[in-house]
């Protein structure tokens, strides 16, 4: 079974500043995709990027970026520019194939933009 | 957008009552899924289903249940609730076939209270 593993239960960031939340994973399969998600306060799950396990070009997305490191299973999330809006739990998640056999997510980082 | 619609945000129940929790989606989507949320646990699906009647066991399938009579619609079912199924609940729904890549659309989440 694939596992996804968030090793920072907890991280804090001064705004305007960079941080990147840890992801890796554990798959035997070659075709898949990864993802991270935010859930605001608000509770609504917001897809923040996605990564095609074939393109070795990393994924951006305005100020979020990743770095994927296939070989590692490895796929950290940047946020460049902190802003008070990104405070949020983080997830990341992992889905095989096509993805109608559901994700599997990691347990979450929650971040904190300090003022 | 695609919006996926759960029917309660917050609800209480006793030890022992039958409990659904509804979802709806308003796009077509032929995937639909549970997810149950936890402090320092993550997502966990519950169940999933591909099309209408029929249904797929998650993670974490014991004391739920679930139907699918219409495509828009899924329910999950607690049989007999307890208390240890107080948490935060989350549908989600894909297009089937490679709707996955492109990530889910969640709902906003119940959360389940049971006394």
């Known amino acids: 079974a694939q596992t996804v593993t968030q090793s920072q239960p907890e991280m804090s960031v001064q705004e305007a500043e960079t941080v990147t939340l840890s992801c890796t994973y554990d798959?035997?399969?070659?075709?898949?995709?990864l993802f991270w998600y935010k859930q605001p306060p608000s509770r609504q799950m917001i897809l923040v990027i996605r990564?095609?396990?074939?393109?070795?070009q990393n994924a951006t997305e305005n100020r979020f970026s990743v770095n994927f490191q296939k070989a590692a299973k490895s796929f950290s999330l940047k946020i460049s520019d902190s802003q008070l809006g990104d405070a949020a739990m983080y997830f990341c998640?992992?889905?095989?194939?096509?993805?109608?056999?559901?994700?599997?997510f990691g347990k979450g980082t929650h971040l904190i933009i300090q003022p | 957008d695609v919006k996926v619609t759960q029917s309660s945000r917050y609800l209480v129940k006793r030890t022992g009552e039958k409990v659904f929790l509804e979802c709806v989606q308003d796009?077509?989507?032929?995937?639909m899924f549970w997810y149950r949320q936890d402090p320092g646990l993550g997502l966990r699906l519950i169940y999933f289903?591909?099309?209408?009647?029929?249904?797929e066991k998650g993670d974490i399938p014991e004391g739920y249940s679930v139907s699918r009579e219409k495509k828009e619609r899924f329910s999950l079912i607690l049989e007999s609730a307890s208390t240890n199924q107080t948490s935060m609940y989350l549908c989600?729904?894909?297009?089937?076939?490679?709707?996955?890549?492109?990530?889910?659309?969640f709902g906003s989440g119940t959360r389940l209270t049971v006394v």
């Open positions: 989600a729904s894909i297009i089937g076939g490679t709707g996955g890549i492109r990530g889910y659309t």
């Open positions: 798959t035997s399969e070659s075709d898949y995709y």
């Open positions: 990564q095609e396990a074939y393109k070795q």
């Open positions: 998640a992992y889905g095989s194939g096509g993805g109608a056999d559901g994700l599997t």
């Open positions: 796009m077509d989507h032929e995937n």
């Open positions: 289903s591909y099309d209408v009647k029929m249904k």
